[in-house]
């Protein structure tokens, strides 16, 4: 984040002093910050700027110690730890030294703070003035409620290519999975009735859109075609109608993010005329 950019989520309540460390050197420099972000001023959901200072030779440690700091001080606001957070890189990180040692540093010292476990995901951009590719009028779009997108959300997470949906299902049970995706886009800025479900010419469910959007942009949200219809082409389907219908409303631009792993979606955004803008390592508990 830039600092105008933080200084637009310190005046919006995201992110707050008592939910923010910095690091001091010996001579009262500042060699590290870390900064958790909530969705409002209540209570932080994610761990948003942590870096040190590039090139300090102890990076890892001060890593380290910004989280074992901030992590006794959130939660003193009753606030369970660790939050997850997200490396921003580009996409060539790993021919970058100074980037690279950045990123097995934070994921060395993530480890020891509970954030086991990272995934790296490609981020997309949709820009005003691109080619929209239209769905085909082999489907149509329509509302449906809660328990219907519960349902075919549980559906769709087998066999699915999402990293963080297999690793949850060692855990739990699609259903309760469902459940928890449908909360998480319900809280989410986008409005609930963008929510569609596609049905072919024959009535029958090919797969769900979920346009959705952050504080700052709209985002392609959630989509998936079910597993016995995979393989047709309806992924580009679904992408179009979601980029058509934010762009219909004036959107600048639309972000969306897939794993790196996922290349038949990768692709997808590609033929939507989306363009690969960084990478993002997710550490998780």
């Given at each position: 984040m830039t600092p105008d950019q933080i200084q637009t989520e310190i005046a919006s309540g995201r992110l707050q002093p008592r939910w923010s460390q910095v690091a001091l050197d010996d001579d009262g420099s500042i060699v590290g910050r870390a900064l958790w972000w909530g969705r409002d001023e209540h209570k932080p959901i994610a761990l948003d700027v942590w870096d040190a200072v590039p090139g300090h030779d102890m990076s890892e440690a001060i890593l380290s110690a910004l989280l074992e700091q901030g992590h006794a001080a959130v939660e003193v606001h009753g606030t369970?730890?660790?939050?997850?957070?997200?490396?921003?890189?580009p996409i060539t990180w790993r021919d970058n030294t100074a980037v690279a040692n950045d990123v097995h540093a934070k994921i060395a010292a993530a480890a020891t703070a509970?954030?086991?476990?990272?995934?790296?995901?490609?981020?997309?951009?949709?820009?005003q003035g691109s080619p929209i590719q239209e769905p085909s009028p082999q489907l149509r779009f329509e509302q449906a409620d809660d328990d219907t997108f519960i349902n075919l959300i549980a559906l769709v997470a087998h066999g699915s290519l999402d990293v963080m949906t297999r690793r949850q299902l060692?855990?739990?049970?699609?259903?309760?999975?469902?459940?928890?995706e449908v909360d998480y886009y319900r809280s989410c800025p986008g409005d609930r009735d963008w929510w569609r479900v596609a049905y072919d010419q024959q009535n029958t469910i090919i797969g769900i859109a979920i346009p959705s959007a952050t504080p700052t942009n709209r985002n392609v949200g959630y989509l998936?075609?079910?597993p016995e219809h995979r393989g047709h082409g309806y992924v580009d389907d679904l992408l179009g109608f979601i980029t058509a219908f934010h762009a219909s409303a004036g959107a600048p631009r639309i972000t969306a993010t897939t794993d790196a792993v996922n290349t038949p979606m990768a692709a997808a955004f590609e033929r939507a005329g989306y363009r690969c803008t960084e990478a993002r390592i997710d550490l998780e508990p």
């Open positions: 369970p730890t660790p939050l997850p957070h997200t490396m921003r890189v509970g954030l086991s476990q990272h995934n790296e995901r490609r981020q997309f951009q949709w820009d060692t855990s739990t049970n699609a259903l309760s999975l469902a459940r928890e998936a075609v079910l």
